[in-house]
Nanobody
Framework: QENLVESGGGWVQPGGSLRLSCTAS????????IGWFRQAPGKEREGVSC????????YYLDSVKGRFTISRDNAKNTVYLQMNSLKPEDTAVYYC???????WGQGTQVTVSA
C-alpha cells in the first residue's frame, strides 16, 4: 500500500521553528516532484513549497520565502520542510503531495501562537 505520512507539527511561539517530515512508503520519492501545501480554517488549500527533483528547482510561496526550506533525503525516502521565524499566519494543517502518485498525506497541524 502506498502512502505519505507527515510528522513534526505542533505548537510553537511566534519566531520559533519546526521541521516537518513527509515519509513515503510503498513507492520511491527519488526523482519526482513533491510539494507541501497548507490549509487554514475557512481558507482554501495553498501551495507552500515544491521540490521539482529532476529539474533541480524549488518553489516557495512569497510569504514564506527566506523562512522555509524544502529538502529531501532519498535514503530515508523523506522530504522535509524546515520552518523558521514562524508567524501566527502560518497556522494551518500542512500536507505533502506526491505528483507521481497523485497522493496526499493525512496532514499535520502547525499552530503558532503566543
Amino acid at each position: 500500500q502506498e502512502n505519505l505520512v507527515e510528522s513534526g507539527g505542533g505548537w510553537v511561539q511566534p519566531g520559533g521553528s519546526l521541521r516537518l517530515s513527509c515519509t513515503a512508503s510503498g513507492f520511491s520519492l527519488r526523482g519526482y516532484a513533491i510539494g507541501w501545501f497548507r490549509q487554514a480554517p475557512g481558507k482554501e488549500r495553498e501551495g507552500v513549497s515544491c521540490d521539482s527533483a529532476s529539474l533541480g528547482r524549488t518553489y516557495y510561496l512569497d510569504s514564506v520565502k527566506g523562512r522555509f526550506t524544502i529538502s529531501r533525503d532519498n535514503a530515508k525516502n523523506t522530504v522535509y520542510l524546515q520552518m523558521n521565524s514562524l508567524k501566527p499566519e502560518d497556522t494551518a494543517v500542512y500536507y505533502c503531495y506526491s505528483t507521481v502518485r497523485n497522493l496526499w498525506g493525512q496532514g499535520t497541524q502547525v499552530t503558532v501562537s503566543a
